[in-house]
C-alpha cells in the first residue's frame, strides 16, 4: 500500500480484482486478435492489481507476455516503434478484410472503425520508447 492512501474495503478489493482479471483476458485476446487492441487492456489490469492485490500485480509484471511492455510505458519510455507500426497494420489489414468481405452490416462497420481510432490515437499519443545503440 503507497503512502498516504486509503486502505480498500474487501468488496472493492474483490472488485478491483475481477475488473483486472477480466482487462488482463481481453488483453490476452487482443494479443492473437488484431481488431482488439492488448496494452490498454493489460494496463487497465496492472491499475486494478496495484491497487488489489500485490501478489497479482507482481505476478503480472513478472510474466513474459506483460512485464517488459507495462514497465516500459510505466517508466515514462513508452512502446517501440517497431511495435507501433506492427500492432496498426495487423489491425487495419484485420478490420479491412473483416469490412470488405465478412460483413455488410453498416454497423459493425462502424464499430471495427471507432476500434481502430481508439487504437490509433492510443498509439499516437504514447511515447515512443528510444533503443540505446
Sequence with gaps: MRPGTKPLNRT???LLIIGGTLSLAIGIVGAFLPVLPTTPFVLLASLCY???SQ???ERLMRSRFAGDHVLSILDGKG???STKILSLSISAVMIGY???FVTE???VRMLLGVLYLVQLIFMLSM???RRER
Design 50 to 52: 496495484v491497487r488489489s
Design 105 to 107: 452490416n453498416f454497423l
Design 12 to 14: 472493492t478489493r474483490i
Design 55 to 57: 501478489r497479482l500485480y
Design 127 to 129: 511515447k515512443t520508447l
Design 79 to 81: 512502446i517501440p516503434l
Design 98 to 100: 473483416v469490412s470488405m
